[in-house]
Nanobody, 123 residues
Framework: QVQLVESGGGSVQAGGSLRLSCAAS????????MGWFRQAPGKEREGVAV???????RYADSVKGRFTISKDNAKNTLYLQMNSLKPEDTAMYYC?????????????????WGQGTQVTVSS
């Protein structure tokens, strides 16, 4: 099993920045891909950014150039630096991990999930 705990959410004004963190524990050596997903009220969960064990990344078009995903393997921690935030970025943000190799933004492909951290961006 892999446990994921997110932190760093909050409320900011449009144009501001936040950094999310996800601490992983348990059988972390079994995970190949990790990523950030978000879900706004009434909408489906969508992929934001993912990273694999080799450091390759993939981003949703809506966040390219504004968000950066990274990880610290020594600390077993995943990060999401979010800059130039927009009101449409408001959502619950989830950290996820999977054992399969393919770098996907497809939420159902991930089998480990955190509880989420709320991000609210006001205009």
């Amino acid at each position: 099993q892999v446990q994921l705990v997110e932190s760093g959410g909050g409320s900011v004004q449009a144009g501001g920045s936040l950094r999310l963190s996800c601490a992983a524990s348990g059988y972390t050596y079994t995970t190949y891909c990790m990523g950030w997903f978000r879900q706004a009220p009434g909408k489906e969960r969508e992929g934001v950014a993912v990273i694999d064990s080799d450091g390759s990344t993939r981003y949703a078009d809506s966040v390219k150039g504004r968000f950066t995903i990274s990880k610290d393997n020594a600390k077993n921690t995943l990060y999401l630096q979010m800059n130039s935030l927009k009101p449409e970025d408001t959502a619950m943000y989830y950290c996820a991990a999977k054992s399969a190799r393919w770098l996907q933004l497809f939420a159902p492909a991930y089998n480990y999930w955190g509880q989420g951290t709320q991000v609210t961006v006001s205009s």
